[in-house]
């Protein structure tokens, strides 16, 4: 069966300072892999996808992630988090051939000024 | 390019009553999904449309119903509301690709309140 956890429901930085957000998948295929961010009485954004065809995936925003297969993990980085990010964030897979979407339970950033 | 719509933004229910949220896409996208979002819990699959004239239960189907009425439009429907189906609905769709590397693009919203 496939899942997806997200490490950390919450994290705080402060403006300026580097973000990691942590994702871990279970998927018996080779996942495609989606950062989502969601900003307050907004629907989901993409962020960034992972696909197979890099395992460094850059996105907007100055987000990135990386795909490591023998960690199980995609996480998702910032150099510097700026107040604008603070929002909430999923890790989602999809099975290969798959039409659904997998959700993480979401992380909230929060960024101090 | 207005995306995903979902209309209302906003409603407010009492129990028992009936509802139906509207969704149409304007990207000429073949599968369409409807969601619901509870704090903590993510996003849960109720329903979706993996083509026109086609729609299959998620994780969570129950006390709803849908309708693909053609390309554009997916709706939902609560035939009979309650207390436990208050949430935020998202509406979404996705364009064709190789197995999932398409993503999902969504709308704003409809969140629901049933008394």
């Known amino acids: 069966a496939q899942s997806v956890t997200q490490l950390d429901s919450h994290v705080s930085v402060s403006e300026g300072t580097p973000v990691l957000l942590r994702c871990n998948y279970s998927?018996?295929?080779?996942?495609?892999l989606f950062w989502y961010v969601q900003h307050p009485n907004k629907g989901l954004q993409l962020l960034l996808k992972?696909?197979?065809?890099?395992?460094l995936v850059k996105g907007i925003n100055g987000f990135e992630a990386e795909f490591k297969k023998s960690e199980t993990s995609f996480h998702l980085t910032k150099p510097s988090a700026h107040m604008s990010d603070a929002a909430e964030y999923f890790c989602?897979?999809?099975?290969?051939?798959?039409?659904?979407?997998?959700f993480g339970s979401g992380t909230r950033l929060l960024v101090r000024p | 390019n207005a995306g995903v719509t979902q209309t209302p933004k906003f409603q407010v229910l009492k129990t028992g009553q009936s509802m139906t949220l509207q969704c149409a896409q304007d990207?000429?996208?073949?599968?369409m999904y409807w969601y619901r979002q509870d704090p903590g819990m993510g996003l849960r699959l109720i329903y979706y449309?993996?083509?026109?004239?086609?729609?299959d239960k998620g994780e969570v189907p129950n006390g709803y119903n849908v309708s693909r009425l053609n390309k554009r439009e997916f709706s939902l429907r609560l035939e009979s509301a309650a207390p436990s189906q208050t949430s935020v609905y998202f509406c979404?769709?996705?364009?064709?690709?190789?197995?999932?590397?398409?993503?999902?693009?969504f709308g704003d919203g409809t969140r629901l309140s049933i008394l």
């Open positions: 979404a769709s996705r364009g064709p690709g190789q197995g999932g590397n398409q993503p999902q693009h």
């Open positions: 998927s018996s295929y080779s996942p495609s």
């Open positions: 992972y696909t197979s065809a890099a395992t």
């Open positions: 989602v897979v999809t099975p290969d051939s798959s039409y659904k979407l997998i």
């Open positions: 990207m000429n996208h073949n599968s």
């Open positions: 449309s993996a083509s026109e004239g086609t729609t």
